[in-house]
């Protein structure tokens, strides 16, 4: 059997999140079209005949404004080092631009450090361009770094991903490590997950620039063989924030509750009480406690 450790990065909204899940064929990190909707590496476990990869998402690498931001970003690159198998993800939607070439020198300097088994380039989302603009993609990203292999993929729909995982698997070699059980697909607590769930429902059901002020902490977690009872709070920095995500009598938030509880049922497979509140703190995005507490920066983000 072979184990990997595997370090997933790329621009915001690549869909390296979307790759993690499905690798992992469970949803352990949320997704949503909006940027930053990773904010702390996530840890997920992928078993295949071959072996175990042991899967790093990680928040997208971008130019940060906030401590929150800075925290995120410098999060991810760390979390390099811990790399056997690194893949950057790209969005073959659009052109090579300033922010991949970011990504990519801190791929560079990161493997001159310690030297990778594997680099892959992935131009994620091929399901949604046609064949040929794909190949002036693959040329141009040709010349940026020695890559193990650029693969045209689609997490979304699975395209290609038994390849990638077919290559990967080529640069590890055998160990008469066990590894973890099969039933094991990620490091995060159910407290941590409680709250992303939360958030993706937040991310999911509001517009704009909104999701970037919208921060949650689990306040209670009580567990009891019929009834798990967590209480939440969503952080916002403006009134109108709250406002919007509360909604006319109450409703959005209502359905984000709903929806977040029946995610965590299933998930969790157990009976949820949940009880989410709305609550307004300018700045808390730059208020270290209020980070630590959220799990957001270098806390937990290790391939163990
Ligand atoms: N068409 C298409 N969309 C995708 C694909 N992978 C991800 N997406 C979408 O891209 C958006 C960002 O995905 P996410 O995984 O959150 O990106 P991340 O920020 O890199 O983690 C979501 O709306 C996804 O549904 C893909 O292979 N094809
Ligand atoms: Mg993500």
Avoid at 44 to 53: C, I, M, R, S, T
């Amino acid at each position: 059997m072979k184990i990997g450790k595997l370090v997933i990065v790329g621009r915001p909204n690549v869909g390296k999140s979307t790759l993690l899940n499905a690798m992992v064929k469970e949803k352990v990190a949320i997704v949503s079209d909006k940027p930053q909707t990773t904010r702390s590496a996530i840890l997920g476990v992928a078993h295949y005949p071959e072996g175990q990869l042991m899967i790093l998402d990680t928040p997208g690498l971008h130019i940060p404004r906030h401590r929150m931001n800075a925290q995120m970003v410098q999060a991810a690159i760390g979390t390099l080092t811990q790399a056997d198998v690194v893949y950057v993800v790209v969005d073959s939607q659009v052109s090579p631009g300033p922010g991949d070439r970011f990504v990519v020198e801190e791929v560079a300097k990161a493997q001159r450090d310690a030297p990778f088994l594997g680099v892959f380039l992935l131009l994620n989302k091929a399901d949604a361009v046609a064949k040929p603009r794909l190949l002036p993609l693959i040329q141009e990203y040709q010349s940026w770094f020695p890559w193990t292999a650029i693969v045209p993929l689609s997490a979304k729909t699975g395209l290609q991903l038994p390849r990638v995982i077919e290559l990967t698997f080529g640069c590890l070699s055998e160990t008469s490590e066990p590894g973890l059980d099969s039933d094991c697909f990620t490091n995060q607590s159910m407290k941590s997950m409680a709250g992303e769930i939360i958030r993706e429902q937040v991310l999911q059901r509001t517009r704009a620039e909104l999701p970037y002020a919208v921060g949650v902490s689990i306040e209670q977690f009580l567990e009891s063989p019929t009834l798990t009872e967590i209480h939440a709070l969503i952080w916002v920095e403006k009134s109108s924030q709250k406002g919007i995500i509360i909604g006319k009598g109450g409703l959005r938030l209502k359905e984000i509750g709903q929806a977040a509880r029946e995610e965590m049922e299933r998930l969790f497979q157990m009976k949820i009480f949940l009880q989410v509140w709305v609550k307004v703190q300018e700045g808390w995005r730059d208020n270290p406690q209020l980070l630590l507490e959220m799990g957001y920066g270098t806390e937990g983000a290790s391939l163990g």
